[in-house]
């Protein structure tokens, strides 16, 4: 069974950074991809950024586009999402998933087997 723990959110100020980390354990995810979206309330969670199993290929939503960056050590099996350059807009509650497969062209949230019970991050005007 694998699980995954976000840890990283938190309160900033818009223009600021936090990086958030997503530990996995139970299994060795370096053979797969690792994403993660986000979700507001009332809203679907929303594909935010995508990273294949060597780590030589991203995809990134549109939104976040020169401001985040993930990042994954595969032999820490952990992901990383650095965010900069943060606005009120990117407050949400920001999940990592794992997938069975191994590029980085998942967007959807079926394309994702395993999720984490999520981070919250604040961006304060």
């Known amino acids: 069974q694998v699980q995954l723990v976000e840890s990283g959110g938190g309160l900033v100020q818009a223009g600021g950074s936090l990086r958030l980390s997503c530990a996995a354990s139970?299994?060795?995810?370096?053979?797969?991809?690792m994403g993660w979206f986000r979700q507001t309330p009332g809203k679907e969670r929303e594909f935010v950024a995508t990273?294949?199993?060597?780590?030589?290929?991203?995809y990134y939503a549109d939104f976040v586009k020169g401001r985040f960056t993930i990042s994954r050590d595969r032999a820490k099996n952990t992901v990383y999402l650095q965010m900069n350059s943060l606005e009120t807009e990117d407050t949400a509650v920001y999940f990592c998933?794992?997938?069975?497969?191994?590029?980085?062209?998942?967007?959807?949230?079926?394309?994702?087997?395993?999720w984490g019970q999520g981070t919250e991050v604040t961006v304060a005007s």
């Open positions: 139970g299994r060795a995810l370096s053979n797969h991809a």
């Open positions: 998933a794992a997938s069975w497969a191994p590029g980085a062209t998942m967007t959807r949230r079926d394309e994702y087997n395993y």
């Open positions: 990273i294949d199993w060597s780590a030589t290929s991203t």
